[in-house]
């Protein structure tokens, strides 16, 4: 399956087409490889039809703490998906680091403090999918053409994103792989060895998770973390309030607070982190979770003419969409 050639050292596996710039990265990437031969391993020679046939999302902690668990499996049902398996899944620094690798050359400090601190705020869910068979389109690119952008403003009728009702580009409730190769490299990531490989044999065999399993999975993930609009309104009022609780004791760094607070309303542009710093100071009490939805609200991206080492993945907008039985929930 691994093809060495003399200059640039082991080659992508036949048949598994990938962008030029991502089969450069990936034919050296450990991850990858781990994830390859662990598929291998486990399907022998069925595994490039297995891995065609399935995809990921990464249900993050935003969307756990907005209780969005029960709105994405309907949706998933509704669009013709099945629930393989599903893991629940701590990610540190590391791993985030490591699942957007090839996009953190061009993020800003600020996007990777909030990133951190985002998505180890509590426990992720990994639900491995399976769509039914509909013409020659591989899982991975049905899926994260169908998952919608990241940005709010762009969302089309049915995207999942948008019937979730996704506040900001940081806090975009949902992850996928956009092509098998990613699949591969990302469950090396997420998950240990032994994990891997039995998430890998409930694809060969074409197992699905009951719901009553999925069920019990949504209240131990909900039981662990407190409930949370990801208002942004609502956490600045709430911020505000513990600026001003300690006016008496530490007037300076208060009222510092309060005034990047009304930057903020007003859209001025602010480095979240300087907010957060002098209510440190002055020992004011927030929410972790209001401290995540101002991050995740206000955050500045990207360095500006700093280009992607994998460029994004086009929209396939010939397609067809997603199904919309679904009502929209995003808020205005």
């Known amino acids: 399956m691994i093809v060495l050639d003399n200059t640039y050292g082991p080659r992508m596996p036949g048949g598994l087409t990938v962008m030029r710039e991502k089969e450069a990265l990936y034919a050296t990437d450990a991850y990858f490889w781990e994830g390859w ?124 994103r948008g019937s979730l009702g996704h506040k900001s580009i940081m806090l975009s409730l949902v992850h996928s792989p956009d092509e098998p190769a990613d699949l591969v490299r990302e469950i090396a990531i997420l998950l240990p060895e032994r994990a891997r490989k039995s998430l890998l044999q409930r694809m060969l065999t074409g197992a699905t998770l009951p719901d009553d399993e999925l069920s019990k999975l949504a209240k131990e993930l909900y039981s662990s973390v407190p409930e949370h609009t990801l208002d942004l309104s609502q956490s600045l009022l709430r911020v505000e309030t513990a600026a001003r609780s300690r006016m008496h004791t530490c007037a300076g760094p208060s009222s510092n607070a309060i005034r990047l607070i009304e930057d903020i309303r007003h859209r001025t542009r602010t480095d979240w982190r300087d907010l957060f710093d002098l209510l440190d100071e002055c020992e004011a009490p927030y929410d972790a979770w209001d401290r995540i939805t101002i991050a995740g609200h206000i955050t500045a991206m990207n360095h500006d003419n700093v280009k992607l080492l994998i460029p994004r993945a086009p929209a396939d907008h010939a397609t067809a969409s ?7 929930t995003r808020s205005e």
Not at 84 to 113: G, I, M
Not at 123 to 137: D, F, K, M, Q, Y
């Open 322 to 328: 997603p199904r919309l039985e679904l009502q929209h």
């Open 37 to 160: 031969e662990d598929l291998v391993d486990v399907a022998q020679d069925a595994a490039l039809k297995v891995l065609l046939a399935h995809s990921y999302v990464l249900v993050r902690p935003d969307a756990i703490a907005s209780r969005k668990l029960e709105p994405l499996l309907q949706w998933l049902r509704v669009n013709d998906y099945s629930v393989v398996d599903a893991v629940a899944v701590q990610l540190d620094r590391h791993q985030v680091r490591s699942l957007w690798q090839y996009q953190w050359n061009t993020a800003l400090p600020e996007r990777k403090a909030a990133c951190d601190i985002l998505m180890s705020a509590c426990h992720s869910l990994l639900v491995s999918i399976r769509p039914a068979p509909s013409g020659n389109e591989i899982a991975t690119r049905r899926f994260a053409r169908q998952k919608g952008p990241a940005d709010p403003k762009a969302s089309r009728a049915g995207d999942l």
